[in-house]
């Protein structure tokens, strides 16, 4: 394995991460915007509960993908900067205005600011998962084409295409998904229920999506469709992603709803890999490719030994963290946050 | 607008909103968990109470810097690529360190704000501890990555391209450790004024209430002492400059000609056409003295520079004054409450002083930015000091007005917002501030 695998291994792997913990904090916007029926306000008010301690935790593991992409594959940042600017800067907009939004309604409590800014945290939580799928969408797409030097050569709106579209309403829908098998856990009784129905509708919109754009991709991102049907691991790959969402699926209907995180998540973290097996060697298909952009060796080497002296920090960090918010403990006390009395 | 122009306005923004949110990042912690101490240690409510509203701003101005931030760093490869593709091999170790370092403070953050009923008061009291620590130690990193931008090493240029590449070397450039210190204490320094200034206000209107003398005692030393070094770690860093950016001290300084025993100007506003600066107070061999701690030390001019390596002499110039004068105006002040202090063995909350620390608050934000501003205008044309031009770093993308406007509209939208927020939710709702009436 070589060290520039190893990076792309590492940024990979903080996406599936990202969209795991980040991706279902967005999820939680949704549900806000969404929130519906005579449990509403309940509804509304496990949202904020559950991604109030942790989103800015979440949150990081994007900038650790950015950090990576920038002195691990510089050429591989300045090429996406630059052919992805519009979406990207629209992300921007999504990512400040929901974790602004999200703070500002927190801590205005019976203030008349307070609806406005939910309606902005929700909304926004809309915004970043489809910009951010259709950034995923484009790179594999084929569409955005870069000079040797790094001069972008396609169009500035290359990017909007029926498959980058597709793959950013699976990422609202797969984030949705997450978020509702998550607060599920978090609920009892008739809030449980609710989530639970979410869950359910949520994973029917994955497939749906899902499928669109693999029918999208026979045309628009043939080097995806490729991945998706013709390469070895194709139809084990499938098959286990196919397994999670059954027994997601099946554990929601069965109320197991620790098991229904379980798969829930794993059917996400597939769905995020097999995008990046199907379309590995390239960072941007089909001019930038993980070797081509790669650092200088001494970087890429330097950078492993600061990743892995990081995660000795972080992990027992993290693990803490998510201990003392969504171990058991959170049952027990049940009560909002300390902060806010 | 030229692109290039719209391209430097916008980061500009960014990073003048960000730092901001990024300085009361590193020094708020480190106030919370003082007040958190003096609950441990006093078991007085009000220190609990103080802890606990800090904390509250803390929570807003903390998620305010996260997401602003992300929009730096993404920035830097939207509107700067050519700078990344080139630089991101070299600094971006510190970048990487400055990414488990903000792990750190967001994880301890959540654990302090909403984990104080579900974890031991010492794992409570440690959690602060670690946002304080890991907030400076984010700071420390990004600043690292500015200072090789000024001091350039860890690599040779060859033909343009970067060979040789030693990240370790890039990482500690000349002059770290000057720029780093400095940086802090201003995050300190700023930080503690302005949350000094706004209780000072209050006290004035109520001048017994426990609630703002809790807070004046806990912030204030903090104030006191990082004003008070500041102005000694400028004095390192302008020696440091005057020994690697020469022609950055020159124009800081409004200095056209070179010659022994150069005079200090204060004020005066330096003409680059005719190479003189007029207006200016000049006190004989003082810069000389200043920068090379002797007076008949020679220092360059920026005639002995080719101009098309010059920053703007104006600018920078100005920006320089404006850094240096709210500076010693606080570390005076710093030492009259200093000097108060220690002769009545108490908080002194005399009207006047009140007032000053009213009228200074915003003081310590103000040279900070100005200070920000010397470095980034100081290091022009370059972005990369005598490697890469600011010209030859930007995107190729056009119509960048238009992210200029629409992020413009939304630092608007978010800094009132934060402004409108402290003010009901933190200040006005805090038991001394029922004084303060019906204000807005």
């Given at each position: 394995m070589t060290t520039a695998l190893a990076l792309g291994a590492v940024a990979l792997a903080s996406l599936v991460v990202y969209a795991l913990l980040g991706g279902a904090d967005y999820g939680g916007g949704i549900w806000d915007l969404l929130a519906s029926g005579p449990r509403k306000v309940a509804q509304r008010d496990l949202v904020e509960r559950a991604i109030g301690p942790i989103w800015e935790a979440n949150h990081v593991w994007l900038i650790l993908v950015v950090v990576v992409l920038f002195t691990g594959f510089p050429a591989a940042f300045g090429a996406i900067s630059t052919t992805l600017f519009v979406p990207i800067t629209l992300l921007l907009f999504g990512i400040v205005l929901r974790g602004a939004a999200f703070t500002f309604r927190a801590y205005a409590?019976?203030?008349?600011?307070q609806a406005r800014w939910g309606l902005v945290f929700s909304a926004s939580s809309v915004l970043a998962p489809l910009t951010l799928g259709a950034v995923v969408g484009a790179l594999a797409s084929g569409r955005l084409r870069v000079a040797p030097?790094?001069?972008?050569?396609?169009?500035?709106?290359?990017?909007?295409t029926p498959f980058s579209a597709s793959t950013g309403l699976l990422a609202a829908a797969l984030f949705a998904f997450l978020a509702a098998a998550y607060l599920a856990v978090e609920a009892d009784g008739d809030l449980r229920r609710d989530f639970r129905a979410r869950a359910g509708a949520a994973g029917a919109a994955v497939f749906a999506a899902a499928l669109l754009a693999a029918v999208l991709s026979w045309r628009e991102a043939p080097l995806v469709f490729e991945g998706l049907t013709a390469r070895p691991w194709s139809l084990p790959l499938h098959l286990a992603t196919g397994a999670a969402a059954l027994l997601a699926f099946w554990a929601l209907w069965t109320d197991r709803v620790r098991a229904a995180r379980f798969f829930a998540a794993a059917q996400a973290a597939l769905i995020v890999v097999g995008w990046g097996a199907a379309q590995y060697p390239f960072l941007v298909v089909p001019d930038v490719t993980l070797a081509g952009a790669a650092a200088p060796a001494r970087t890429q080497v330097l950078l492993l030994w600061a990743l892995g002296a990081g995660a000795l920090t972080l992990i027992p960090s993290l693990w803490l963290l998510f201990r003392v918010f969504k171990g058991p403990l959170l049952r027990a006390s049940g009560a909002g946050p300390g902060q806010r009395g | 607008m030229p692109d290039l122009l719209a391209a430097r306005w916008l980061f500009g923004l960014s990073l003048a909103f960000h730092i901001v949110f990024a300085a009361v990042g590193v020094a708020m912690p480190l106030l919370m968990v003082l007040a958190e101490w003096r609950w441990r240690r006093t078991g007085a409510a009000v220190y609990l109470d103080l802890s606990r509203r800090w904390a509250k701003g803390v929570a807003i101005l903390f998620a305010v810097g996260a997401v602003s931030g992300t929009v730096i760093s993404f920035e830097l490869g939207l509107l700067w690529p050519r700078f990344m593709a080139f630089a991101g091999p070299i600094i971006g170790m510190p970048f990487s360190l400055e990414g488990f370092a903000f792990f750190a403070e967001a994880i301890f953050l959540g654990l302090f704000l909403y984990g104080r009923e579900r974890i031991s008061p010492r794992l409570h009291f440690l959690s602060g501890v670690l946002v304080a620590l890991s907030g400076a130690l984010s700071a420390f990193f990004v600043t690292l990555a500015n200072v090789w931008m000024n001091h350039p090493a860890g690599f040779d240029l060859v033909l343009g391209r970067a060979e040789a590449v030693d990240p370790l070397v890039a990482m500690f450039p000349a002059g770290w450790a000057e720029q780093v210190v400095h940086v802090l204490i201003s995050s300190y320094a700023a930080t503690a004024v302005a949350v000094a200034g706004i209780h000072a206000w209050f006290l004035r209107r109520a001048p017994t209430d426990p609630f703002h003398r809790a807070a004046l005692g806990v912030v204030l030393p903090v104030a006191v002492l990082a004003s008070l070094l500041q102005p000694v770690s400028g004095d390192f860093s302008a020696r440091r400059i005057a020994g690697t950016q020469p022609v950055k001290l020159a124009a800081l300084e409004g200095h056209f000609h070179t010659g022994r025993y150069a005079p200090l100007r204060l004020g005066g506003l330096p003409d680059a056409a005719t190479a003189e600066t007029r207006w200016a107070l000049e006190l004989p061999a003082g810069l000389s003295l200043l920068a090379f701690?002797?007076?008949?030390a020679e220092v360059k001019g920026?005639?002995?520079?080719?101009?098309?390596?010059?920053?703007?002499p104006l600018k920078v110039h100005l920006a320089f004054q404006v850094m240096v004068g709210l500076g010693t105006a606080l570390a005076a002040l710093s030492a009259a409450v200093l000097l108060l202090w220690w002769r009545r063995r108490a908080l002194p909350v005399d009207r006047w002083l009140l007032g000053a620390l009213v009228l200074a608050a915003p003081a310590g934000f103000l040279a900070l930015e100005a200070g920000w501003l010397v470095t980034e205008w100081g290091r022009q044309p370059f972005t990369i000091w005598g490697v890469m031009r600011t010209a030859d770093a930007?995107?190729?993308?056009?119509?960048?007005t238009v992210p200029l406007v629409a992020f413009a509209a939304l630092y608007v939208l978010l800094g009132t917002t934060v402004a409108v927020l402290l003010w009901r939710q933190i200040l006005h709702a805090a038991p001394g501030a029922r004084h303060a009436g019906e204000q807005p």
């Open positions: 409590d019976g203030d008349a600011l030097d790094g001069t972008p050569r396609s169009d500035p709106m290359a990017w909007l | 701690h002797d007076p008949g920026l005639l002995d520079f080719p101009r098309d390596t010059w920053p703007d930007v995107t190729p993308v056009s119509s960048l």
